[in-house]
C-alpha cells in the first residue's frame, strides 16, 4: 500500500472510527486487518498468531455470555452465548460443547489477533478480532453488555488484561 493510500485510510477511520471494518476493506480494496491497523493507535493493539489464537479461546470460554461474529460477503452470522472451552488436536482448534456454538477452527491460520475498543453505532464497543494470515478476519469476538446495554465491567477488564498478555 503506498503512503498515500495509507493516510488516507488512516484519516478515514480516524474521522469514522466506527465505520463497518469490511465494507471499508472492500470499498478500498485493502484486507480487513490493514483498515483495524489504521484505526487511532489508542483503539487497537495487535499481536500474536496461531499460539495466541488458543490462549486467547482459552481465557474467552471463561467469560460468560460474549457475541461471536462472522462477517462474509453473504451474511453476518452472530451468536450470543458463552464461547464453549476448546483444545488442540487433529490439527484444529475445536470447541467442544456439543450444543451452541461448536466446531474446529484453524488456529494454525491465525495471522495475529486484535483488540480493538472504539465507538460503534453510538456505544463504545470492545473485540478481539481473530484475524488469518492473509489479512481476513476469521471471526469477532465482542464483550457482552449488561441489562443497560454498557459493556459487561468485569469482561472488559479481563478483554484489556489479554490484551496486554498477548500484545505487550
Known sequence: MTTALLDDLQ????????????????ARNV?????????????????GGADAFVSA??????????????????GIFEITAPVSPGEVGRGYFNL?????????????????VAFVERP????????????????GVMFKVFVGRDETR???????ERFRALAKAICG
Open 11 to 26: 484519516t478515514h477511520m480516524r474521522e469514522n472510527p466506527g465505520a463497518v471494518i469490511e465494507d471499508v476493506a472492500r
Open 31 to 47: 484486507t480487513p486487518r490493514a483498515v483495524i491497523k489504521a484505526l487511532p493507535p489508542e483503539m487497537v493493539r495487535i499481536g
Open 57 to 74: 479461546m482459552q481465557d474467552i470460554a471463561t467469560w460468560g455470555e460474549v457475541t461471536l461474529i462472522v462477517h462474509t460477503d453473504d
Open 96 to 112: 467442544m460443547q456439543p450444543k451452541g456454538l461448536h466446531g474446529h477452527l484453524r488456529h494454525e491460520r491465525c495471522g495475529g
Open 120 to 135: 460503534f453505532m453510538g456505544k463504545s464497543s470492545a473485540f478481539a478480532a481473530f484475524l488469518n494470515v492473509d489479512g
Open 150 to 156: 454498557a459493556l459487561k465491567e468485569d469482561q472488559l
